[in-house]
């Protein structure tokens, strides 16, 4: 199903720009205003730079900033292409776990049913339209879109499993202590991957938008071959990622929102750091959330309990299978926030807690509603079957690093 192909990646000379780290960025749905006011301080050669959109909506400075570094010997081109071995160190609950996957371009394909690469959430055009600006004025894919598969076919997990014979290509530690490592892998490798994903079929996990982007462009530019992209392969069962849950900031809440809210839950005042409550929200059997309000005494916070969460879900759409309907994001999207009058351009997805409260803490946001996270299967499922999932519904931990291995987007059409 999938194609992937090998690529000539562009990465950061560090002989120039120092610590790549601090000059890379977390995965770009990830940079919250607070990250990158930090990104763009850590380094004057920060990825950021590459993706800035000018007050006249023009991408002029990044496209010049692109040529000089280029130029300059900031950002280097690997001399051969090849698929790259990417790996993800951290820790889980003092547990260390190991992401483990291949980086290539792959065949942007459209979304349809049985096709090689499948979304989870919706797409937004206007997103799209402005992601596709920035790429013919930048034409560098800067973060690899983001895919799940199921059960690795042995040829594949061979070659991810076996210990690497040299040193990585780019080790580096993130601000948030996830060691990022990346090897070149060997041309028989190359071709035993080449064949071994042909009937793999991936689930988009971040980066619809980005794929989204290059399918546009492809067909745009009316290619007899498919377009390709920068992607991120994993195997959920065995390297896979984390799955986390999705937040939902209120820029601006009806004053009475709380007595609002006692009509469809039971409400209890709650004490204890914002990491304790999402705890408790996503470990929690049945549905209970957290919400935070901010008041002229400073942040309140609460559980909330659903007086008859039956109800709650027979507000959502019925043309939706009972799993879609039962998910957290569909009931507050479609069953509590039109009920207590948020208005949907109000409501502001934020996966990073701490920047999150600190938004809301700053007064940029009125209230902040804590969710629960969706098991990894039921997101591949809902994808296989071509059920959607409301935007933003879930978060994967970690993510592949902006800037970190990066792809000249225009290299298939290179002779």
């Given at each position: 199903?999938?194609e992937?192909h090998p690529?000539s990646?562009?990465?950061?000379?560090?002989?120039?720009?120092?610590?790549?780290?601090?000059?890379?960025?977390p995965?770009?749905?990830?940079?919250?205003?607070?990250?990158s006011t930090?990104?763009?301080?850590?380094?004057?050669?920060?990825?950021?730079e590459?993706?800035?959109?000018?007050?006249?909506?023009?991408y002029d400075?990044?496209?010049?900033?692109?040529?000089?570094?280029?130029?300059?010997g900031?950002?280097?081109t690997?001399?051969?292409?090849t698929i790259?071995?990417?790996?993800?160190?951290?820790?889980?609950?003092?547990?260390?776990?190991?992401?483990?996957?291949?980086?290539?371009?792959?065949a942007?394909?459209?979304?349809e049913?049985?096709?090689?690469?499948?979304p989870?959430?919706?797409?937004?055009?206007?997103?799209?339209a402005?992601r596709?600006?920035?790429?013919?004025?930048?034409p560098l894919?800067?973060?690899?879109?983001?895919g799940?598969?199921?059960?690795?076919?042995?040829?594949v997990?061979a070659?991810?499993?076996?210990?690497?014979?040299?040193?990585?290509?780019?080790?580096?530690?993130?601000e948030?202590?996830?060691?990022?490592?990346?090897?070149?892998?060997?041309q028989a490798?190359?071709t035993?991957?080449?064949h071994?994903m042909?009937?793999?079929?991936v689930?988009?996990?971040?980066?619809?938008h980005?794929?989204a982007?290059?399918?546009s462009l492809a067909?745009?530019a009316?290619r007899?071959?498919?377009?390709?992209?920068?992607?991120?392969?994993?195997?959920?069962?065995t390297?896979?990622?984390?799955?986390?849950?999705?937040?939902?900031?209120?820029?601006?809440m009806?004053?009475?929102?709380?007595?609002?809210?006692r009509?469809?839950?039971h409400?209890?005042?709650?004490s204890g750091?914002?990491?304790?409550?999402?705890r408790?929200?996503?470990t929690?059997?049945?549905?209970?959330?957290?919400?935070?309000l901010?008041?002229?005494d400073?942040?309140?916070?609460?559980?909330?309990?659903p007086?008859d969460?039956?109800a709650?879900?027979?507000?959502?759409?019925?043309?939706?299978?009972?799993v879609?309907?039962d998910?957290?994001?569909?009931?507050?999207?479609?069953?509590v926030?039109p009920?207590?009058?948020?208005?949907d351009h109000d409501v502001?997805?934020?996966?990073?807690l701490?920047?999150?409260?600190?938004?809301l803490?700053?007064g940029?946001a009125?209230?902040?509603?804590?969710l629960?996270?969706?098991?990894?299967?039921?997101?591949?499922?809902?994808?296989?079957?071509?059920?959607?999932?409301?935007?933003?519904?879930?978060a994967f931990?970690?993510?592949?690093?902006?800037?970190?291995?990066?792809?000249?987007?225009?290299e298939?059409?290179l002779?």
């Amino acid at each position: 199903m999938v194609e992937v192909h090998p690529f000539s990646g562009v990465r950061y000379d560090p002989a120039v720009v120092g610590d790549v780290a601090s000059a890379t960025a977390p995965e770009l749905d990830d940079v919250a205003p607070a990250v990158s006011t930090r990104s763009r301080t850590a380094n004057p050669y920060t990825v950021l730079e590459l993706l800035t959109e000018q007050p006249d909506g023009t991408y002029d400075h990044a496209s010049g900033a692109l040529h000089r570094w280029q130029r300059t010997g900031v950002l280097v081109t690997d001399p051969a292409p090849t698929i790259y071995r990417y790996e993800e160190h951290h820790l889980v609950e003092g547990v260390p776990l190991v992401q483990r996957g291949i980086c290539a371009a792959i065949a942007v394909t459209p979304f349809e049913p049985a096709a090689p690469v499948l979304p989870h959430e919706h797409t937004d055009a206007a997103r799209v339209a402005a992601r596709a600006a920035r790429l013919q004025a930048v034409p560098l894919d800067v973060s690899p879109v983001f895919g799940l598969y199921r059960e690795a076919p042995d040829e594949v997990r061979a070659v991810l499993d076996a210990d690497p014979a040299h040193p990585p290509l780019v080790a580096v530690t993130d601000e948030d202590g996830i060691d990022h490592r990346i090897w070149r892998l060997s041309q028989a490798a190359v071709t035993q991957i080449q064949h071994a994903m042909q009937p793999v079929q991936v689930v988009i996990a971040d980066g619809h938008h980005r794929y989204a982007t290059a399918l546009s462009l492809a067909h745009n530019a009316g290619r007899a071959a498919p377009g390709r992209t920068l992607a991120y392969l994993v195997d959920a069962q065995t390297h896979g990622p984390q799955v986390q849950p999705i937040h939902r900031l209120i820029r601006q809440m009806p004053r009475d929102l709380l007595d609002q809210l006692r009509a469809l839950f039971h409400i209890e005042p709650f004490s204890g750091p914002p990491t304790q409550l999402e705890r408790q929200v996503i470990t929690h059997q049945q549905r209970r959330w957290g919400l935070y309000l901010r008041t002229a005494d400073g942040l309140r916070a609460y559980t909330l309990q659903p007086r008859d969460d039956a109800a709650l879900v027979a507000a959502t759409p019925t043309a939706h299978s009972a799993v879609w309907r039962d998910l957290d994001t569909a009931v507050l999207q479609h069953a509590v926030l039109p009920t207590v009058g948020v208005a949907d351009h109000d409501v502001v997805p934020r996966s990073d807690l701490a920047s999150a409260v600190e938004e809301l803490g700053a007064g940029n946001a009125d209230a902040l509603f804590l969710l629960r996270k969706v098991g990894i299967d039921t997101v591949m499922d809902l994808a296989q079957r071509g059920e959607l999932m409301p935007a933003k519904s879930t978060a994967f931990h970690p993510k592949p690093r902006t800037g970190l291995l990066m792809r000249n987007a225009n290299e298939d059409q290179l002779p």
